[in-house]
């Protein structure tokens, strides 16, 4: 089992910055990948970005040169650091990571992110 424990969130202006941290506990040796998906009221849960335990990366569109995804595998910690904050990125942000064997997927418990304009 891993235990996936988000931090960071808040509210910010828009143009502002935030910096999302999840803490991996656990069976860490076993995730493939990390990641940062996103639920606004009344919307589907989205993938932001993810990192592979390679450190190969993925973005969504949305967060292309505004966002990045990094790693520190000391800390068993993924980062989301986000800039130029738009209102339409306002939701809670939740961190995932998805196992080697068996393929499970376990879930923080999100963070609101709210951006004012």
């Known amino acids: 089992q891993v235990q996936l424990v988000e931090s960071g969130g808040g509210l910010v202006q828009a143009g502002g910055s935030l910096r999302l941290s999840c803490a991996a506990s656990g069976t860490i040796f076993r995730i493939k990948a990390m990641g940062w998906y996103r639920q606004a009221p009344g919307k589907q849960r989205e993938l932001v970005a993810a990192?592979?335990?390679?450190?190969?990366?993925d973005y969504a569109d949305s967060a292309k040169g505004r966002f990045t995804i990094s790693r520190d595998n000391a800390k068993n910690t993924v980062h989301l650091q986000m800039n130029s904050l738009k209102p339409e990125d306002t939701a809670v942000y939740y961190c995932?990571?998805?196992?080697?064997?068996?393929?499970?997927?376990?879930w923080g418990q999100g963070t609101q992110v709210t951006v004012s304009s």
């Open positions: 995932n990571a998805d196992m080697y064997t068996p393929p499970l997927r376990y």
């Open positions: 990192i592979t335990s390679g450190g190969s990366t």
